[in-house]
């Protein structure tokens, strides 16, 4: 059980264009999902926290209007990266949680590289 | 401060050993979690263990183990009996009650095992 899925898993853009990446909880109900960013070699970066029908609560320093989260359901959120830049590249990982549950569940992350 | 301290940036164990993996927290809330995770390289982050701050057991998940000295604020992992597959970057986590849906992630311990 406790299974998030993300797709695509890698993907190639060109600047200037926005990509779209989804995260699913396929056998549970996610209250909670995260985005987290991730350099190479380095620790995951929490970028936003949405609940299911509310806004998302983005982190300091992480600009809104260019990282598009959207969680219209239960079982999916989606991280809209908008007007892209090679700086954007990198590996996005969502993670899951459900209600009352002490653990997130991380979807196999999404490597996106902007060209 | 960091929220979240390993001091070990790699390690090797040799194969069927065990090997501890030191995490050091920093919070004032009474109530928290600490978390495991395994981050092999497809990226996937696996969750491995949790303890939570009032358990007075340490917890156990087969061959993980996670060693908590609340007074020390330390929650290492110990692997037991490594395996080959064992090899991968491995996080721990805290969450604090206060703000349920943070994690604050340490930076990591790049765990080699050898055959």
């Known amino acids: 059980g406790a299974v998030v899925s993300q797709h695509p898993s890698w993907v190639i853009c060109k600047s200037g264009t926005s990509v779209k990446i989804e995260c699913r909880s396929l056998d549970f109900q996610a209250t909670t999902m995260f985005w987290y960013r991730q350099f190479p070699k380095q620790s995951l970066m929490l970028m936003a926290t949405s609940n299911e029908g509310s806004k998302a609560t983005y982190e300091q320093g992480v600009e809104k209007d260019k990282f598009l989260i959207n969680h219209a359901s239960l079982t999916l959120s989606t991280l809209t990266v908008t007007s892209a830049h090679p700086e954007d590249s990198s590996f996005y990982i969502c993670?899951?949680?459900?209600?009352?549950?002490?653990?997130?569940?991380f979807g196999p992350g999404t490597r996106l590289t902007v060209t | 401060a960091q929220k979240i301290t390993q001091t070990q940036p790699g390690m090797f164990v040799q194969e069927k050993e065990a090997v501890t993996l030191d995490c050091t927290y920093d919070?004032?809330?009474?109530?928290?979690?600490l978390f495991w995770y395994k981050q092999p390289s497809s990226g996937e982050m696996i969750f491995l263990i949790y303890?939570?701050?009032?358990?007075?057991q340490n917890a156990t998940e087969g061959r993980y183990s996670l060693n908590f000295q609340k007074a020390r604020k330390s929650a290492n992992l110990v692997i037991s009996a490594s395996q080959l597959g064992d090899s991968a970057m491995y996080f721990c986590a805290m969450r604090e009650e206060y703000n349920f849906n943070k994690f604050y992630f340490g930076s990591g311990t790049k765990l080699n095992v050898k055959p």
């Open positions: 993670s899951a949680r459900g209600l009352g549950a002490n653990e997130q569940y």
């Open positions: 919070t004032s809330d009474q109530s928290y979690g």
């Open positions: 303890q939570g701050s009032y358990d007075e």
